[in-house]
């Protein structure tokens, strides 16, 4: 038998935005997640890629969050964006799985604490390369970014060149900061990594997530990686350690989430 042909379909928020989502098939109740960075798709080669590594040990679900890809909506650089983590959650919930985390990349990192943070539901959570508050400047590819964001030419080339439509770049209000909200996580389990060569955050981002954060925790500073999809797959073994932990993190039967 092989295993099943994963399967794309299009899920719809509470505020109406169509979300392109994929299903890559699981073996048992556990499933992830998995959250993307800013101005990547689920079909971006690094996080096909890493979709793939952490589907040798649960169940996946990616998707496109709105403005990127073959999502609907602009992008609000992670403020609504909690909604599509919230019904890409409750898809897996749907499919069965009782124990389902999130994993989020970068941008995603930031949504997926957020997301724990004001909405909730998953059982464990997982930052990977994210901020520890807002507005960072401080690396030469941030500066890019906050560039591309906030100027009518850079949001032209982002549209075009990347695929990604952002809205006016402008918070108002500004959302809760990073930081704050793996303060009000607890007592779903969460688990920072970050990498000592990270070239868009350095890890006093992840030092300040962790410091705010109360038990359970992890930090996990991983010496040789970069940033995000692309820098964890050429960490050898780091996608597979992450899903070790959230097995850890969640014992069977133990998802005070899971629907009945």
């Known amino acids: 038998m092989t295993r099943p042909i994963p399967k794309a379909t299009t899920l719809v928020t509470d505020d109406g935005v169509a979300i392109d989502a994929v299903h890559l098939?699981?073996?048992?109740?556990?499933?992830?997640?998995?959250?993307?960075?800013?101005?990547?798709?689920?079909?971006?080669?690094?996080?096909?890629?890493?979709?793939?590594?952490?589907?040798?040990?649960?169940?996946?679900?990616?998707?496109?969050?709105?403005?990127?890809?073959?999502?609907?909506?602009?992008?609000?650089?992670?403020?609504?964006?909690?909604?599509?983590?919230?019904?890409?959650?409750?898809?897996?919930?749907?499919?069965?799985?009782?124990?389902?985390?999130?994993?989020?990349?970068?941008?995603?990192?930031?949504?997926?604490?957020?997301?724990?943070?004001?909405?909730?539901?998953?059982?464990?959570?997982?930052?990977?390369?994210?901020?520890?508050?807002?507005y960072y400047r401080g690396t030469r590819p941030m500066r890019k970014v906050h560039w591309a964001v906030e100027h009518r030419l850079g949001r032209l080339v982002t549209r075009s060149l990347l695929n990604t439509r952002i809205s006016s770049g402008r918070w108002d209000p500004v959302p809760m900061p990073p930081a704050d909200a793996a303060a009000r996580i607890a007592p779903t389990p969460l688990l920072i990594v970050h990498g000592d060569r990270d070239g868009y955050f350095p890890v006093d981002h992840a030092e300040r997530l962790y410091t705010a954060a109360r038990e359970p925790k992890d930090l996990w500073i991983v010496p040789g990686f970069g940033h995000a999809e692309s820098g964890a797959e050429a960490i050898p073994g780091l996608l597979d350690r992450i899903g070790v932990w959230i097995r850890e993190a969640i014992p069977v039967a133990a998802s005070p989430n899971a629907v009945a």
Request: net charge positive; no cysteine.
């Open 25 to 134: 098939v699981g073996d048992d109740d556990v499933a992830i997640v998995m959250a993307h960075g800013f101005t990547l798709h689920w079909q971006h080669g690094a996080v096909w890629n890493a979709a793939r590594r952490l589907n040798r040990g649960s169940g996946v679900i990616t998707f496109d969050f709105r403005g990127h890809g073959r999502s609907g909506g602009q992008s609000t650089l992670g403020d609504r964006e909690i909604r599509d983590v919230d019904i890409a959650l409750r898809y897996a919930r749907e499919l069965g799985y009782r124990r389902v985390a999130t994993v989020g990349f970068s941008m995603g990192a930031s949504i997926v604490l957020r997301h724990a943070a004001l909405i909730g539901g998953a059982d464990a959570v997982v930052s990977v390369s994210g901020p520890g508050w807002w």
